[in-house]
């Protein structure tokens, strides 16, 4: 049969402006989560990363958000620049564990 | 900034064929991992390796796979007989820490099975 592959939510921001991508986990075990962002051709880049005893952390213009409860993972990012242009990934992890799974990526335009 | 690098950064190879992708983590990391990333879906682990053992492994690393620490630099993935599906970008990362944590990731290895 066919592959089809992914479609790629989109988020589209003027440069300046504050951006928030979101991410749905689904493993209710999982208790480490980590950002990461992707420009076209390179490898995921290590963003942020949080743990399961935080509901929030913040790092350099970037900000994430964990919700438990039902199982939400959102990536603010302050002052967005064209730089910031790429697709951002969430991936999930059990700390008992070695593997990441990742979650499908939002494809973030910043428009001069 | 320290880097994880990959070599070659395209593979192009005939159906049957073995290959070998290398890599070189970060030079004070213990803790290596490969993934895959199927054009157009989303990155997938394979497996984890750590005091030259197999940590974890995923449902796609079966038999046709192994991965090796040949020297103190280099971390290479082999696949023994290539498939069309085997076709994907494959990415070698490392992190300090045992687990998940903090996993650092290489520009990855287009493998093109033809």
């Known amino acids: 049969g066919e592959s089809v592959g992914l479609h790629l939510p989109t988020l589209s921001v003027q440069e300046g402006d504050n951006s928030i991508i979101n991410c749905a986990y689904s493993?209710?075990?999982?208790?480490?989560f980590i950002w990461y962002k992707q420009e076209s051709g390179k490898g995921p880049q290590f963003i942020i990363d949080?743990?399961?005893?935080?509901d929030k952390r913040q790092g350099q213009r970037v900000t994430v958000l964990l919700n438990k409860t039902v199982k939400h993972l959102s990536l603010q990012i302050a002052a967005t620049q064209p730089g910031d242009s790429a697709v951002y990934f969430c991936?999930?992890?059990?700390?008992?564990?070695?593997?990441?799974?990742f979650g499908e990526g939002t494809q973030l335009t910043v428009n001069p | 900034e320290p880097e994880v690098t990959q070599t070659p950064s395209h593979q192009v190879t005939q159906m049957g064929q073995e290959v070998i992708l290398r890599c070189v983590p970060i030079?004070?990391?213990?803790?290596f991992y490969w993934y895959r990333q199927i054009l157009g879906q989303k990155v997938e682990f394979l497996v984890s390796?750590?005091?030259?053992?197999?940590?974890?492994k995923s449902e796609i690393f079966d038999d046709q796979f192994s991965v090796e620490r040949p020297d103190g630099s280099n971390f290479t993935l082999k696949i023994r007989s290539t498939k069309l599906e085997d076709s994907a970008m494959y990415f070698c990362?490392?992190?300090?820490?045992?687990?998940?944590?903090?996993?650092?990731f290489g520009p990855g290895t287009r493998l093109t099975v033809t």
């Open positions: 990362a490392s992190s300090k820490r045992t687990g998940v944590y903090e996993q650092y």
């Open positions: 390796f750590y005091n030259n053992e197999i940590s974890e």
């Open positions: 949080i743990r399961s005893n935080m």
């Open positions: 030079s004070n990391h213990l803790y």
């Open positions: 991936a999930e992890g059990e700390t008992s564990g070695s593997r990441l799974t």
């Open positions: 493993n209710s075990a999982s208790d480490y």
